[in-house]
């Protein structure tokens, strides 16, 4: 399975941003995908997942009540809204995907993931 993120960009504290990750070669709704950012210098931390059916989410406690995480299993594609952006949040940003078939699994540690896509730049300006 491939995965793409997209959507970063420049933009104010207090600002919303919608991330976007295109997932494709793969059963898309047999995927549990989470989100996780690096910022310079930092290790790579998780911040949301959501089951393949869509109906479980968990997210960072840094980021829990300002980020949601859903998915549209028509379009392959899971979202990470980010509203009331600090500049702590900036970092880059990657989805993550593994194959958990049937069962309703929420992962959030990197090694239990097995597929990346390439980051995507978000940057918050105090």
């Known amino acids: 399975v491939q995965l793409q993120a997209f959507g970063g960009g420049l933009v104010q504290a207090g600002d919303s941003l919608r991330l976007s990750c295109a997932v494709s070669?793969?059963?898309?709704?047999?995927?549990?995908i989470g989100w996780f950012r690096q910022a310079p210098g930092k290790e790579r931390e998780f911040v949301g997942a959501i089951s393949r059916s869509g109906a479980n989410t968990r997210y960072a406690d840094s980021v829990k009540g300002r980020f949601t995480i859903s998915r549209d299993n028509a379009k392959n594609t899971v979202y990470l809204q980010m509203n009331s952006l600090k500049p702590e949040d900036t970092a880059v940003y990657y989805c993550a995907g593994v194959r958990v078939g049937n069962h309703d699994y929420l992962f959030s540690r990197e090694y239990e993931y097995n597929s990346w896509g390439q980051g995507t730049q978000v940057t918050v300006s105090s």
């Open positions: 070669g793969g059963t898309f709704g047999g995927y549990v």
